[in-house]
């Protein structure tokens, strides 16, 4: 039950979003259109951004389920910016009118977890420790994000099928020659 009521709000948000700035929508707007009472939204939110925090984490979720490999990252990313461009006027208005960070949180969270599993497997074999793994992972979100901010940034008019095409070309052989020199290094280390 409670999961549905999560779902119930999320939709409610992005349909209210549609007609109003998010700085305009109360918890009375989303709640009376559920049909719930401000109790319930409370039982599972905060406020609203942490119920947009929520849609944009779910949303995700859904939209990688099977794409976190080396094979699939690319495919992956395209759903990242279609789940994004299919969401763009709930991206539009609380990127314009919340913050940029908020925006920027949910990618990175997003990004962090599809480049994680790549990374972790192309470890497979590899003793490489946790810390130079994050790492990685952190360094290749970074140039995702600032891509896709910038992306958002022009309203989404660019072809992501091009973006996406293109990361792919500059990243090519890139996570396995990181994980490489990182575990090179460490073995030059341990035998010094």
């Known amino acids: 039950?409670?999961?549905t009521t999560k779902i119930a709000l999320g939709a409610s948000l992005k349909k209210l979003l549609l007609h109003k700035k998010i700085d305009k929508?109360?918890?009375n707007d989303l709640t009376?259109?559920?049909?719930i009472s401000r109790m319930s939204f409370y039982y599972h939110f905060k406020d609203i951004y942490d119920l947009v925090e929520w849609v944009c984490v779910e949303d995700g979720?859904?939209?990688?389920q099977d794409k976190k490999t080396y094979d699939t990252w690319q495919e992956?990313?395209?759903?990242i910016f279609e789940a994004v461009l299919e969401n763009k006027p709930f991206i539009l208005n609380v990127y314009s009118a919340v913050s940029r960070d908020k925006i920027e949180s949910y990618l990175y969270k997003l990004t962090y977890s599809?480049?994680?599993d790549v990374v972790e497997e192309k470890c497979v074999g590899i003793d490489l420790a946790a810390e130079d793994k994050a790492f990685i992972a952190e360094f290749y979100k970074y140039g995702f994000v600032g891509i896709m901010l910038d992306w958002i940034d022009r309203g989404m008019k660019d072809d992501y099928q091009g973006i996406v095409r293109k990361m792919s070309i500059t990243l090519h052989g890139n996570?396995?020659?990181s994980i490489h020199n990182f575990s090179c290094k460490k073995d030059m280390?341990?035998?010094q």
């Open 1 to 3: 039950m409670s999961n």
């Open 32 to 35: 009376a259109d559920c049909g």
């Open 189 to 191: 280390t341990q035998s």
């Open 76 to 79: 992956g990313m395209q759903q």
């Open 114 to 116: 599809l480049i994680a």
């Open 61 to 64: 979720r859904r939209v990688l």
């Open 175 to 177: 996570i396995a020659n």
């Open 25 to 27: 929508i109360t918890i």
